[in-house]
């Protein structure tokens, strides 16, 4: 029983029983614990609270109408924190701002900053709007004033989990139609669409000439004299994209690095372009790069993976692109030299390179070893939770580290500035 009880409002999570578990650890704690369903997909998932003595509150309206919703249950529930996943989805916009009106706290969990092992949590927004300070010297100095993190505990998340449960979130919202009328999807490709685009770019990953095909191609890279850069493509439809980048989609990335490699790259360097793991395979990225090798005169420069080890590739690699993806810190980690083409957390001076992009792939600059370990001291202490969301072991650590975060008067950001502020 914790002696300082909260009453926590829960907004949505991840399409994982994390939330639920969330909740009736808060409410074993002695924490009151509202819940807002907003399609199908939450009810299901949440289905097990009501035995915890969470309240829910199902919203039907439209999005206008959620500040004037959420503003109601604050008052009548005296809620002092709100939780969610994601700071970019639709309904949890209007949900931050009408809290930071009413004085009530945030926190947002995201996907890992560092992968595969943490999750982050932050309060007030993520990625392009975390808190986290772009002071080079605070993060040397941070460092120095913190201890080792403990030994992290490993697990395995098998993408078939996932994929289950994500199908099943969207089997529930089959009914939002009649139950939540008001709902709009924050994904901009239907479910079906995004299915089918799995099942096809999977069944041909699984086909053993293609892996092994890349898996060459690695290998004639790393072990050959030419230089090469690789670009790491992200998810096309990620809020990372949308919302924190000057780009539209992943294409017109792909055209402004080859555009840009193409006119100033030296005439020996090469460019492999390694799509996401993730990818949902909707858009023919092979197709668009053979038309733009044709059209620019990069035949024979360009490399297309599908598949393959990123940390191969970048331990011989002369530098890497990206927009603002978590490949951007495994890069540095290598001490590649890394541009990106956005305002990511780790775009600092010292680590990702300071200057366009055209004149990247002539004078590529190593990042800051000792710079990128204080940055990651300080990412591991003061976002990152050890923990997953997508299986058993994985979510069972991840509450059991979030419940003391979420109940803490400070994050561990705000006390650490607190011992440590910036310099103006």
């Not at 706290?105 to 975390?130: A, K, M």
């Not at 939002?176 to 669409?193: K, Q």
Request: proline share 7%; hydrophobic share 40%; with cysteine.
């Amino acid at each position: 029983m914790h002696d300082k009880a909260r009453s926590f409002l829960l907004l949505q999570g991840p399409s994982t029983p994390f939330f639920q578990r969330l909740a009736e650890r808060l409410g074993e704690r002695g924490h009151r614990v509202h819940v807002v369903n907003f399609n199908g997909g939450d009810c299901l998932y949440r289905r097990g609270m009501r035995h915890h003595k969470a309240s829910h509150h199902d919203f039907r309206g439209h999005p206008e109408q959620l500040p004037a919703f959420l503003s109601a249950l604050y008052r009548r529930h005296a809620i002092t924190d709100q939780v969610m996943f994601g700071d970019r989805r639709p309904v949890h916009r209007p949900a931050l701002a009408e809290a930071r009106r009413q004085g009530v706290r945030n926190h947002v969990f995201e996907e890992g900053y560092l992968r595969p092992h943490w999750i982050t949590l932050e309060r007030e927004g993520v990625n392009g709007h975390s808190p986290m300070p772009r002071d080079p010297d605070w993060y040397h100095r941070a460092a120095a004033a913190l201890t080792k993190p403990a030994r992290i505990q490993r697990f395995r998340t098998r993408f078939r989990v996932r994929a289950m449960h994500d199908v099943a979130y969207h089997l529930a919202g089959l009914a939002n139609p009649l139950a939540f009328p008001g709902y709009r999807n924050h994904a901009p490709i239907t479910a079906p669409r995004e299915y089918a685009g799995y099942v096809r770019r999977f069944t041909r990953l699984r086909l053993t000439r293609r892996r092994r095909r890349d898996s060459q191609c690695i290998h004639r890279l790393v072990a050959g004299p030419a230089p090469y850069f690789v670009l790491a493509l992200q998810l096309n439809g990620d809020a990372q994209i949308r919302d924190h980048s000057p780009f539209k989609d992943m294409r017109q990335v792909i055209e402004t690095t080859l555009r840009s490699f193409a006119a100033h790259a030296a005439p020996e360097a090469r460019l492999v372009i390694k799509n996401h793991p993730l990818d949902m395979g909707l858009i023919d990225y092979a197709a668009l790069i053979r038309a733009l090798e044709a059209e620019l005169g990069l035949a024979g420069r360009l490399d297309y993976l599908e598949s393959g080890d990123l940390n191969v590739l970048l331990d011989k690699a002369a530098g890497m692109v990206t927009v603002n993806s978590t490949s951007g810190l495994v890069a540095l980690e290598h001490g590649c030299p890394t541009l990106a083409l956005s305002d990511p957390i780790y775009a600092l001076p010292g680590l990702t390179f300071d200057g366009p992009l055209d004149r990247f792939w002539m004078a590529p600059s190593r990042p800051d070893d000792a710079l990128f370990q204080a940055l990651r001291t300080t990412l591991l202490h003061c976002t990152q939770l050890n923990g997953g969301f997508y299986c058993r072991t994985g979510i069972e650590l991840a509450v059991t580290n979030a419940v003391p975060r979420l109940e803490a008067d400070h994050s561990p950001l705000e006390t650490l500035l607190s011992c440590l502020p910036r310099v103006a």
